[in-house]
């Protein structure tokens, strides 16, 4: 794991690669994978078909189900969905004058959740200008580490997957924040950054992995890196995804998994 | 009614599901256009109705309304785009996609849209919507141009979604398609389809079948419809079949049965 601090426009430099380093895409361990999963799935839920399928997404493996970490807290998820935003806003090449009104307006053209929406509505002028400030550092650490994103790039942002696993009893979903590359090159190209507003630990290294693995069953190729940013410290982790990474986030799904369907 | 073709989305499932296509597919008579005006006249309604795979695959319960929203504008964005990018390539995608959201905004200021229009509605945006807009119809422009390089062979995108009015009946029938394969024999549509496949995906898929088959002039079937997941990683296809349109006539039928109903029972 290459855990660092980089300068301004490392990041997106330290995802793509040397480009003449770029190795062949690995199109075969996804079947393996699969196979692990699917497997794990049965032995945990034996016969069982839930009313509902079991749902994991990348938060559920950052913390254990049973323990809330201060970032859940519903404000920590409006600032986390406004940085969101503002990383697709940034993404594309827009000219972002104030952070906090843009994001808000962004935010409500998607249709957010109400609970959301209303937390912010009814904050009081300096509750909203003690968010605003907020954000607005939170974006000014992003826009440092990342640099300007070429336009050649074509980089996705907010990328969804949903897969099903035991037949539909488990939907693994996730959302990635950016991605580049493209899983029918020739060479490996493909690699994914996750920005957090709260610090990295261990739950955002399983996020990072968990991202890989995602990834990895929904297009059958291994992506080349899986990265994540933290605007809180700036601190940036990148990881070359390969078998390892692989094994041991199926076995963090599982785990998660099976505390999951403990807890029902 | 043919069985569902079932491939996870990896790099070779489009070229299998393009090159396992039956080789000639149904064709609809004027009979056949004949006994379906009269059964949707059957059905009369108080408003002219459109009804698509959508209006199906939710049996009728789908909202009357309709907002605009960056996940909604991002297809028709991205499809022009594409355009774009297909009529000369080397253009970068975003630069594409910036073109044909302009090109909406100039139209809505000319005066050449109509009130609620995708054009009308982004003008009246703020910048952080519209680039908001941009940032989808990347992701969806992507997926698709990842999925038209995957096939072998050549392959369009469609000037415009199929429509097909009935006639008498004060119906219009809408098919989605979002890239066209060019094989001997026949076409392929392939279309792209955002979240994950539910147990009325073929009938969706048929749907739009059927109402690529009514569009054609001459009334031929693609040979193979194709749905694309790139959110699961799945694609489904079917084929073009007498009894997968007759199949998909069916539900577009039941489809505007529903709606009347539904609309009845918010009147009363």
């Keep these: 794991m290459t855990a660092t601090t980089l300068s301004p426009d490392s990041v997106l430099d330290a995802l793509r690669g040397e480009r003449a380093a770029r190795p062949a895409p690995d199109t075969t361990s996804a079947a393996r994978r699969r196979a692990e999963l699917e497997l794990g799935v049965s032995e945990i839920l034996g016969e069982a078909v839930p009313g509902t399928p079991v749902l994991i997404y990348a938060s559920s493996l950052r913390a254990s189900p049973r323990t809330r970490d201060l970032h859940d807290s519903a404000r920590g998820r409006v600032r986390g969905t406004l940085v969101s935003l503002l990383l697709r806003l940034h993404a594309v090449g827009a000219d972002v004058g104030d952070p906090f009104d843009d994001a808000i307006c962004a935010w409500r053209a998607e249709g957010p959740a109400p609970e959301l929406l209303g937390l912010v509505e009814a904050l009081d002028p300096d509750e909203r200008a003690r968010l605003a400030t907020d954000v607005t550092a939170h974006y000014v650490t992003l826009t440092r580490a990342l640099g300007e994103v070429p336009a050649g790039w074509a980089a996705r942002t907010a990328q969804r997957a949903s897969l099903r696993l035991g037949a539909g009893r488990v939907l693994a979903r996730d959302t990635v924040d950016l991605v580049v590359g493209s899983s029918g090159d020739d060479v490996a190209t493909v690699a994914l950054l996750d920005v957090t507003t709260a610090p990295l630990g261990e739950g955002a290294e399983r996020a990072l992995r968990y991202h890989a693995l995602v990834e990895t069953l929904r297009t059958s190729v291994v992506p080349r890196r899986s990265a994540m940013l933290s605007t809180a410290t700036g601190e940036f982790w990148v990881r070359d995804v390969d078998a390892d990474l692989l094994e041991r986030s199926v076995h963090d799904v599982l785990g998660t998994l099976h505390e999951l369907w403990r807890a029902r | ?268």
Excluded: N
């Excluded at chain 2, 066209?180 to 979240?195: M, S």
């Excluded at chain 2, 749905?227 to 079949?241: F, N, T």
């Design chain 2, 1 to 268: 009614m043919s069985e569902l073709v079932v491939e996870p989305y990896d790099r070779g499932s489009i070229a299998r599901l393009v090159e396992s296509a039956p080789p000639a597919a149904a064709t609809l008579t004027d009979d056949h256009r004949r006994s379906l005006a009269a059964r949707f006249r059957a059905v009369p309604d108080t408003a002219h109705r459109r009804i698509d795979a959508w209006t199906v695959e939710s049996a009728g319960r789908a909202p009357l309304g309709f907002a605009w929203t960056p996940a909604a504008a991002r297809r028709t964005v991205a499809t022009a785009a594409l355009r774009r990018v297909v009529g000369c390539p080397g253009t970068p995608l975003r630069d594409a996609v910036r073109d044909a959201l302009d090109d909406q905004v100039a139209r809505a200021r000319t005066g050449q849209t109509r009130p609620g229009s995708l054009g009308t509605w982004l003008d009246a945006a703020g910048a952080p919507v519209r680039a908001l807009v941009v940032a989808e119809a990347i992701g969806w422009a992507g997926a698709t141009l990842e999925a038209a390089r995957r096939a072998p062979g050549p392959w369009t995108v469609p000037a415009s979604d199929a429509y097909y009015d009935v006639a008498g009946a004060r119906t219009t029938l809408r098919g989605r398609r979002d890239l066209e394969f060019a094989r001997e024999g026949g076409r392929v549509i392939v279309r792209l389809r955002a979240g994950s496949p539910g147990a009325s995906a073929g009938a969706g898929l048929r749907c739009d079948l059927v109402v690529a088959a009514l569009a054609d002039a001459g009334g031929i079937a693609p040979t193979r419809l194709v749905g694309l997941w790139p959110e699961a990683g799945v694609a489904l296809g079917v084929d073009g079949s007498m009894e997968d349109l007759r199949a998909g006539a069916r539900d577009l039928v039941r489809a505007a049965l529903a709606t009347r109903r539904r609309r009845l029972v918010l009147a009363a």
